[in-house]
């Protein structure tokens, strides 16, 4: 196959640049590798652009970037353009792509660039931002466009793509800026690709935790509350609380210790830990007593408070706190995504204090913590190893032996991982875990992250063997990350069909008449001692509607109830996943339950 583009020097750069700087590397071959499909998804874009600006002269375009979803351009058409006009895109892509066109560039200065897109406002705001003082021109047919490429040698080689959605976008991202029109798109190498994609994403929208959500009554969203704060509805409240009480169980079996900081903290001490500086405008503050208070975006500092309570020997480490943390994080209304990105989360947080050589045994608790989890709920899942980056604080040794330490959790655990040189934050390596859901799409959840600043800042210390001041290591770690991005990705991953041990609800009790009501609620009572939730469906409504109702909120295990039921103190189940319809004594039905909520430990 020909190459597509070229790896010099660990970039990738087009045939036609490769060949002006007489340079050769490895051949990129189309197909569905990710510099690959860079290269190709980026052109995709291009392709749209030319489609568009040949149905709509007067377009002027914006930026064209590569993302996770495939590709977007943001644009602006003086006429109504909808969902509707995609296929019409579309078939001038392929029109174009089928002309084979060559896609070249050249270099011109950027007064040159800024002449040639007088007339482009968009054009214009784009070069604002770009400091050199020459920039490329990437030409297909009549089409030239700004861009930094790469790209590939011809339109020829795009055929297997689509137009996905159209949305609003801000300029920039700002909501004070002009409103451009955004179409996103993907493409591959081949159709097979194009296409179990596009079944992926069928399934997606329909497991669209927004959209069963709502069926299951797990959560709302309100305009009168703000965009961004999750209203927790009763069964989406016992499903939280399920997940927290196993994760509770978890941590205290592994030697964490529960506590809470407040809320809001003082300015002040936001200004220490380097918050206030660095982070402050995507927190929100307040004051009280015209004292400036800043409401936490993360949990450290609290622990750091109880960590200072008391005085440490290197005996007593490690410590490990944990808190269910609730955050506040200013994120851009554009951003909001159902529970996947909110403006108040609860995090799985919790930070180990521990002595440099400590660090690794605590790593490897904390992966095996993971892999407890991530397993039991069936995702498959890999770590991310960020190393130290170019710009980093602390000790070179202690670097050193936190990026071996966490190498070595990974193999003692026998993990496959991935390694992002120079990914780290400045003041430590981390691990990133990525989980695969039921549908084969990649997230990114909790993260382990070793620090080596906030100790420093807040001058934290441990006696030593000889009483001499030690600084201790502190590891943030979130398993999940939040509980609402966490329960929104696990909604998606069964498409609602909680497992017993997480359902909101075990059992659905449907009463045949009132005359069973009170047996109804003696089940439903020894439910509760047993650990299991469930609900009793006695409105006046006919027994298929409210088997109906049951069914629709996907209660895994219905029972129904009547005359004989209640003399023979009997149920009558109908398991809703396997479909089949069964007669049991009370007791071993409450037995069975018991056994399938108890058999998840983390
Ligand atoms: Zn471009
Ligand atoms: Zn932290």
């Known amino acids: 196959m020909d190459a597509i583009a070229i790896r010099h020097n660990d970039e990738i750069i087009d045939l036609q640049t490769a060949k002006e ?97 007088a007339n482009d406002h968009l054009k214009l705001s784009v070069m604002e931002r770009i400091p050199s003082e020459t920039v490329s021109i990437y030409k297909q047919g009549e089409f030239e466009d700004l ?127 380097g918050h206030y500086q660095n982070y402050g405008e995507n927190m929100y503050f307040t004051s009280i007593d015209d004292v400036e208070f800043g409401v936490k975006p993360m949990n450290c ?78 995702f498959e899942y890999k770590m991310m190893v960020s190393t130290k980056p170019e710009k980093a604080v602390g000790d070179a040794d202690v670097w050193e032996k936190s990026e071996q330490a966490l190498f070595n959790a990974m193999k003692a655990n026998n993990l496959d991982y991935e390694i992002d040189e120079g990914g780290g934050a400045f003041y430590g390596p981390k691990i990133d875990i990525k989980i695969t859901d039921a549908i084969g799409r990649e997230w990114q959840c909790g993260t382990i992250q070793l620090d080596n600043n906030l100790p420093e800042r807040f001058k934290l210390e441990y006696n030593g063997a000889d009483n001499e001041k030690i600084q201790p290591v502190m590891i943030h770690r979130a398993i999940l990350g939040s509980f609402e991005r966490f329960i929104g990705i696990l909604t998606e991953h069964y498409a609602g069909e909680f497992p017993m041990f997480i359902a909101p609800t075990q059992v659905a009790i449907v009463p045949i008449a009132e005359t069973h009501n009170a047996y109804a609620k003696e089940i439903a009572d020894k439910l509760i001692d047993l650990g299991a939730d469930s609900e009793i469906f006695d409105k006046n409504e006919s027994l298929n509607k409210r088997i109906r109702t049951a069914e629709k909120g996907r209660v895994p295990m219905i029972i129904v109830i009547g005359d004989e039921e209640v003399q023979a103190n009997t149920v009558a189940i109908r398991d809703r996943r396997t479909r089949e319809q069964s007669n049991s004594s009370l007791d071993d039905f409450l037995s069975m339950i018991q056994t399938k909520i108890n058999e998840v430990n983390f």
């Open 21 to 117: 700087l007489g340079v050769e590397g490895e051949g990129i071959e189309l197909d569905n590798a990710p510099e690959a499909l860079d290269v190709l998804r980026h052109s995709t874009a291009h392709l749209m652009a030319q489609a568009i600006k040949s149905l709509y002269p007067e377009a002027k375009f914006y930026v064209g970037p590569v993302v996770k979803e495939g590709f977007y351009y943001d644009f602006k058409v003086d006429s109504e353009i909808g969902v509707g006009d995609l296929k019409k895109i579309e078939k001038q892509m392929l029109f174009f792509a089928k002309k084979k066109h060559e896609i070249e560039k050249y270099e011109i200065t950027m007064d040159e660039a800024k002449e040639k897109f």
């Open 147 to 273: 861009c930094r490429g790469p790209h590939l040698p011809s339109t020829k080689y795009i055929r297997y793509f689509k137009l996905l959605k159209l949305a609003g976008a801000y300029l920039g991202g700002d909501s004070k800026n002009e409103m451009l029109t955004r179409i996103y798109g993907i493409a591959f190498a081949d159709k097979e690709s194009l296409k179990a994609h596009m079944t992926m994403l069928q399934e997606a929208e329909k497991r669209d935790h927004r959209k069963i959500g709502k069926e299951m009554k797990l959560f709302t969203f309100r305009e009168e509350v703000g965009a961004g704060f999750p209203i927790w509805l009763p069964a989406g409240g016992r499903l939280r609380a399920r997940l927290e009480g196993l994760l509770f169980k978890a941590h205290r079996k592994r030697g964490y210790e529960p506590v809470r900081g407040p809320e809001m903290l003082k300015a002040d001490l936001w200004k220490v830990s």
């Open 301 to 378: 500092v609290g622990h750091i408070k109880v960590y200072e309570d008391e005085l440490h020997s290197y005996k007593d480490l490690p410590l490990k706190y944990f808190e269910y943390g609730v955050v506040h994080r200013h994120e851009m209304t554009g951003a909001l995504h159902g529970l996947f990105r909110v403006r108040e989360f609860t995090q799985d947080d919790a930070h180990i204090f521990c002595t440099v050589d400590q660090i690794e045994e605590q790593i490897i608790e904390v992966v095996d913590f993971v892999d407890k989890i991530m397993t039991t709920f069936g």
